[in-house]
């Protein structure tokens, strides 16, 4: 059995598998499973609201990749999948306290879904444990929320294809390069710390 301090010269391995959780990996695996979706649903609520578009700028994208990339893709996943179930139920954690399906930005939280298994399995590769493979990682992971988001906020609201883009697109490049750049710190660095608890 893997030990925390075997696990960062493991490959394969994401931040979640550090855990000493040998003997209770399912309780653990729920434990971040639920935690993952509880921290998307509160950087939620980190919403500005942006002129001339429907979809705020918000702190879940973030947390959706972050989570993806901690926990790997399938717990990822699981994660943004149970935020997502949860809000279309009627919990109001979508973006501005939102819930249900009916709303133009649903798009960007179906998108998460598949950037968590994408960036989970980058990481599992890693792509989280340096600075240039963390930032395509980001870059990646947000182009595919955008890839499923921007359709979505088109078909909802009518809009044409280039009028989705400026609404649903444009206006958060510059935030998604400032949270690209906080991961680009924080996850290396966590990898970094990690290996000298385990040489220790």
Do not use: N
Not at 28 to 50: K, N, R, S, Y
């Amino acid at each position: 059995m893997s030990t925390a301090a075997a696990a960062p010269a493991r490959t394969g391995a994401v931040l979640a598998d550090l855990l000493p959780a040998a003997r209770h990996r399912y309780a653990v695996d729920t434990a971040l499973v639920l935690g993952g979706a509880a921290l998307t649903g509160i950087a939620a609520q980190i919403a500005v609201p942006v002129p001339g578009s429907p979809v705020p700028v918000t702190g879940q994208t973030f947390a959706a990749l972050l989570v993806g990339t901690a926990l790997g893709a399938r717990r990822g996943f699981l994660s943004l999948a149970v935020y997502a179930l949860v809000g279309m139920a009627g919990v109001p954690w979508f973006s501005e306290g939102t819930s249900g399906m009916g709303f133009p930005s649903f798009g960007y939280v179906l998108g998460m879904l598949l950037a968590a298994a994408v960036v989970g399995g980058l990481a599992r590769r890693g792509g989280d444990r340096s600075v240039l493979r963390t930032a395509g990682t980001m870059v990646l992971g947000s182009a595919i929320i955008y890839a499923v988001g921007v359709p979505y906020l088109a078909l909802s609201t009518g809009m044409s294809a280039s009028a989705a883009i400026t609404a649903g697109l444009v206006p958060f490049l510059l935030g998604d390069a400032l949270k690209a750049a906080l991961a680009m710190g924080a996850l290396p660095a966590a990898w970094r710390i990690a290996g000298r608890r385990g040489r220790a």
